[in-house]
């Protein structure tokens, strides 16, 4: 900037603009660093490094992807990010089989942390709903980043032109939403400002026929044309008379169209900005009856407005072979040479191989495969764990995958999975891992699972289990003790062909573990320090269970800790069968009521909403309305009942967990048929918020809103219907192991987070839209279960006691529905006379 400066005071008829490529590329890369992209951008980064690290994990998915490469060209360092996104969102579906298949279960880097991380990545749906977003916000900016950084044509007279469209259509894409697009917006005029929307843009953008005959507004803006002036005025610095020819009589020739510029043929070759429009041309042709305008139009239309011709290798070999890591094998490497050479001497073919939009072909310029940061792909297995710490290329057929680039966009629709076969391992991994319930997500997340206090924790909640059955009631000194004794013999078993773990972390009980977790002598040091100070202690169950079950361990602990277990152990093994067997074809209200219910549950998940998941769901309700006939069937089971059976390994598992959740956990009255129990927990609920959170309570009673409105649907559904599904499911955790005070605590946390807000409504709408939109979006159980745990306090007997407060309310709940009942028996009186 220094140096421009300078030179115009010395010559001060000159022009100086920033380079396109590299200010739209620090728009990209400011829009990459929100939060929201930022994260999905990280993800997809250390997906393709992880595969690419590994021979095995790399040929297991060119299988999958029938030898199609995930590319990372990139036409500047940031911009990649953008193909990387398109690459792996055209091989999705393909992915998402591959991390749930047999082979990736029984491959060894399955059960590392990298591993378990990709599974995770690959398996969310929230994941690649932000691919599908980011794709739709980056791509606008890529298709003019492609243009400027092309060979094919000037780009000077389309840059500004371009940017303002894009900008549209990125409004577009986030359907006008101002509240998203907004910061989007402002880092592109950020950047825009000062570099792009200088004079000499905005001229040449009222120049180029293209924009101004299809857009009859473009003369009357004021922003053109005061830049349009001072440009010629710097142009023609002192040349008064020039600037009075140019400004008063052959610019308004051509914005009124009169003489060739308005014939019809003018008029129609700028109709289309295709390969073929050179908008210098056009003056060429059109122009005559305005000489001096024409030249000055010629000119800065035939301008580039890139630097980047200027750094490129016009080396084919040395194009391809940049990096000294590339380690490119010599067959590979004379194959990309030739690929490359036939790519430069025939491009129509590869514009048409592309897309029909030649802007959203790849420039030209070997440089596209400067990739960057840790692409790459291994050579050599015994480089493998070197590889994956540092920074390589992709090699492979890269060049070849841009031949069969695409440009069209992926929809946001969500693709069906076909049930093939109900029974098939993978197929029900696959549905226990990654599902959508009404639009929101649930993801199995097995972040941290085999860092080392998940390891303890696996120990503690199968000694639990273990020693419960073996020795009934005991003090929990006494299990402390055995738990310890039971380390050393458990920890090798339960992770067998999960050696080889380097973690680095500071785990539960504060001790920082580095190391292999496998490795003996870590693991002795470890199990000591745990002897001595964590196991003895009788909270730290409960305080792992608060940091969460790890999904594939939760039907084995959920079935444990909740009593179904030992529930299921008084009866016969047959029972369950024995029962759907003697209910089956009995018509009852409840099997009416339960039909009605089952399309309505979750609709459009991929298995529950079909007739294998119908008709599993349905022995379930089914089943246990005959059961507990006092229950029978209440509606808010049916989904409290697809989410079980959708995380426990079998039906009759799930059976009996709804037995335990009705019969042990719950009010037992919860779901009678006048819902007694569901209006005393309301009530209950009320006091609470009035005691936990005052203000809040004060001022909904002053607007009148009744906190049954919402926390009805909570109670009956177990949020199931409210929270997304990884944070029920953690709220569940808790629920089992601590019981049904757990559920008002999250209740209370719900309305505490959103204290402020709440604060400031003035209508019952306001208050329900306030709570909804932050029910659905509580995609972090850890916020809401720090809220809920931290800062409205414990309910514990020193606090409230929520038994003493059900009795309290029970007497005002029961006279309040006797008289209900009375006034109602009374009307069909008067009706019956």
């Excluded at 393709?48 to 297991?60: D, N, P």
């Excluded at 089989?97 to 047999?102: D, E, L, P, T």
């Excluded at 009357?220 to 005061?226: A, F, L, R």
């Excluded at 003056?283 to 890139?306: D, E, Q, Y």
Aim: hydrophobic fraction near 40%; include cysteine; proline fraction near 4%.
């Amino acid at each position: 900037m220094g140096a421009a400066k300078l030179l115009k005071e010395k010559r001060p008829s000159i022009f100086w603009t920033s380079c396109a490529t590299h200010t739209i590329n620090l728009m990209l890369e400011g829009i990459g660093a929100l939060p929201r992209f930022n994260k999905i951008l990280d993800q997809a980064k250390k997906l393709t490094i992880f595969i690419y690290a590994h021979h095995k994990t790399l040929a297991m998915m060119r299988t999958y992807t029938n030898k199609r490469e995930i590319i990372r060209p990139g036409v500047t360092r940031f911009a990649s990010a953008f193909l990387t996104l398109q690459s792996l969102s055209e091989k999705k579906e393909q992915l998402r089989h591959m991390f749930s298949s047999n082979e990736w279960e029984e491959c060894k880097f399955s059960g590392k942390p990298k591993g378990i991380a990709s599974y995770k990545t690959v398996t969310s749906v929230q994941f690649w709903s932000g691919v599908t977003q980011c794709l739709k916000v980056f791509s606008p900016l890529v298709k003019v980043l492609r243009m400027v950084d092309a060979d094919w044509k000037p780009s000077m007279g389309f840059v500004y032109g371009k940017i303002k469209i894009a900008k549209e259509e990125i409004i577009k894409s986030l359907s006008g939403n101002e509240k998203h697009y907004k910061p989007i917006i402002d880092i592109i005029n950020a950047k825009m400002k000062g570099r792009l929307d200088s004079t000499l843009h905005l001229t040449s953008y009222l120049l180029n026929p293209y924009y101004h005959y299809n857009d009859s507004q473009l003369q009357y803006d004021p922003d053109v044309m005061d830049a349009v002036l001072e440009f010629f005025d710097t142009l023609f610095c002192g040349d008064l008379e020039k600037q009075r020819q140019v400004v008063t009589i052959d610019l308004p020739k051509y914005k009124k169209k009169v003489d060739r510029f308005g014939c019809d043929l003018a008029i129609k070759h700028c109709k289309v900005n295709d390969v073929d429009f050179d908008p210098a041309s056009w003056w060429g042709l059109f122009g005559g009856a305005t000489p001096n305008l024409t030249k000055v139009a010629m000119r800065i239309l035939s301008l580039t407005s890139s630097s980047s011709g200027c750094e490129r290798n016009w080396s084919t070999f040395e194009g391809v072979h940049t990096k000294k890591r590339n380690r490119l094998e010599t067959s590979k490497l004379n194959n990309l040479v030739y690929v490359q050479f036939k790519y430069e001497v025939d491009p129509k073919t590869v514009d048409e191989a592309l897309a029909t939009d030649v802007s959203q072909s790849p420039r030209e310029s070997p440089r596209t495969r400067e990739l960057l940061d840790e692409d790459f792909e291994s050579e050599s297995e015994s480089d493998e764990q070197v590889l994956e710490e540092e920074e390589y290329e992709s090699d492979g057929v890269q060049i070849m995958e841009r031949l069969e680039l695409h440009s069209a966009l992926p929809t946001t629709d969500h693709q069906s999975l076909i049930i093939h076969d109900a029974n098939n391992p993978s197929i029900q991994h696959y549905l226990r891992s990654n599902y959508q319930v009404k639009g929101l997500t649930f993801i199995h997340l097995f972040e941290n699972l085999f860092y080392f206090h998940y390891s303890i924790y696996i120990i503690v909640v199968i000694c639990v289990h273990s020693l419960k059955e073996m020795y009934g009631t005991q003090s929990k000194r006494d299990l402390s003790l055995e738990i310890q004794s039971q380390i050393p013999i458990l920890r090798p078993s339960i992770h067998a062909r999960r050696a080889n773990i380097t973690v680095k972390f500071q785990d539960l009980y504060g001790f920082t573990v580095e190391g292999n977790v496998d490795d003996a002598n870590i693991l002795n040091e470890v199990r000591e320090k745990v002897r001595e100070q964590v196991l003895v202690n009788a909270i730290t169950l409960k305080k792992l269970i608060r940091k969460g079950i790890p999904p594939v361990l939760r039907p084995k602990v959920w079935f444990s800790l909740s009593g179904a277990a030992k529930k299921k152990s008084t009866v016969p093994d047959s029972y369950y069968n024995d029962l759907i067997i003697a209910v089956e074809g009995k018509v009852t209200p409840a099997t009416k009521q339960i039909d009605h219910d089952l399309p309505r549950t979750f609709p459009g998940h991929p298995w529950l909403d079909t007739p294998e998941g119908h008709a599993s769901l349905r022995r379930v309700l089914v089943g246990y309305s005959f059961r507990d006939s006092d229950v029978g069937y209440c509606q808010g089971l049916n989904y409290v009942a697809a989410l079980l059976l959708l995380v426990m390994k079998t039906e009759e598992d799930a059976f009996w967990m709804l037995a335990v959740l009705l019969e042990n956990v719950l009010v037992n009255d919860c779901y009678s048929s006048n819902l007694t129990g569901c209006h005393v927990e309301q009530r209950v609920f009320k006091d609470l918020l009035k005691k936990k959170c005052p203000s809040i309570y004060a001022h909904l009673e002053a607007i009148e809103f009744d906190v049954s409105l919402v926390a009805t649907e909570w109670f009956l559904c177990l949020f199931s219907k409210s929270l997304p599904s990884e944070t029920t499911l953690r709220v569940w955790d808790v629920l089992f192991y601590e019981g049904a005070k757990v559920l008002f605590n999250v209740a209370l946390a719900i309305f505490k987070m959103k204290e402020e807000e709440l604060l400031t409504t003035h209508h019952v709408g306001d208050v329900i839209n306030v709570i909804q939109n932050t029910t659905h979006h509580l995609f972090d159980p850890d916020d809401l279960l720090t809220a809920a745990f931290d800062k409205v306090g414990f309910m514990t007997s020193t606090s409230i006691n929520i038994s003493k407060e059900r009795k309290k309310q029970e007497p005002a709940v029961m006279a309040e529905l006797d008289q209900r009942l009375r006034r109602l028996n009374s009307n069909n009186v008067e009706v019956d006379s």
